[in-house]
């Protein structure tokens, strides 16, 4: 932690522990594998021959259409509706994980008297400024990992025994 030259505090990056970081990556690794599992389910009844031009393809989408197609996808394709009630329960959960994913890593971090502290802003029409704090933990976001990773396993399982 440091003092501008107006004298206000700056959190400082180097006092980050390797482990904050390390986390950080897993969850950026962790997703980016959730996302995958999304893009091949999608590319794969897109119709090409060519599984290459489906990467084309489903590699400019976003993680909410990804979901979103999956969904539709999903619901045309599966004839148990019961099943599709389990991924629309677990795409609910997709929603979240990106919202949380999307806190995290597009924010600002830095140390204070030995706590990571997560820093974000953000000015939006009739919201107006907003800024929002929390200390975080590699703990803590290894348990998030552990989140990525349970819906990830979840949303393969789901997704591929129908592909």
């Known amino acids: 932690m440091g003092k501008n030259d107006n004298g206000s505090i700056y ?25 995958l599992k999304l893009s091949l389910f999608c590319g794969a009844h897109i119709g090409s021959t060519t599984p290459i031009v489906n990467q084309i ?14 969904i539709a996808i999903y619901k045309e394709v599966q004839l148990d509706e019961e099943k599709v009630n389990e991924f629309l329960n677990l795409s609910k959960d997709l929603f979240t994980l990106e919202q ?10 830095g140390a204070l008297n030995n706590y990571v502290v997560r820093q974000k802003t953000s000015s939006k029409g009739k919201k107006g400024f907003k800024m929002q704090q929390e200390d975080l933990t590699p703990e803590a ?15 393969g399982i789901i997704l591929f025994e129908i592909s």
């Open 141 to 155: 976001l290894i348990e998030f990992v552990c989140n990525i990773e349970s819906a990830s396993s979840k949303i």
């Open 11 to 35: 959190y400082d990056i180097n006092e980050i522990s390797d482990d904050f970081f390390h986390a950080i990556g897993m969850v950026t690794v962790s997703f980016a594998n959730l996302e």
């Open 100 to 109: 949380r994913r999307n806190s995290i890593i597009h924010s600002n971090y």
């Open 57 to 70: 393809i489903t590699s400019e989408l976003s993680f909410k259409q990804l979901i979103n197609i999956s």
